[in-house]
Nanobody
């Protein structure tokens, strides 16, 4: 079992950048890791995922070219670098972990076993 704690959210102007961090209580080397987000009145959706096996990544079309997911297994931490932020990126961002998760399932929230409490990201226009 692993506990996840997100940090790095906040208020930023459109065009700005933020880096989210997700610190795990245990080793994450065997976990696929994902970032999801949920805006008010909307369903939780994928932002980005990264495999445990070879670091393969997958992104929502809306963030491709602007966001980058990465992982540091030595620090048991996953990051989400967010650049060129837009008001529509405003949401609560959640980190999630999927033990031995399949690369083909990186974007499926139903595959993830553990979730953090979320961190608010607000982008002003």
């Amino acid at each position: 079992q692993v506990q996840l704690v997100e940090s790095g959210g906040g208020l930023v102007q459109a065009g700005g950048s933020l880096r989210l961090s997700c610190a795990a209580s245990g080793r994450i080397s065997n976990y696929a890791m994902g970032w999801f987000r949920q805006a008010p009145g909307k369903a939780r959706g994928i932002v980005a995922g990264i495999s445990w096996r070879d670091g393969t990544t997958d992104y929502a079309d809306s963030v491709k070219g602007r966001f980058t997911i990465s992982r540091d297994n030595a620090k048991n931490t996953v990051y989400l670098q967010m650049n060129s932020l837009k008001p529509e990126d405003t949401a609560v961002y959640y980190c999630a972990a999927d033990l031995w998760g399949a690369t083909r399932s990186l974007t499926n929230p139903n595959e993830y076993d553990y979730w953090g409490q979320g961190t608010q990201v607000t982008v002003s226009s």
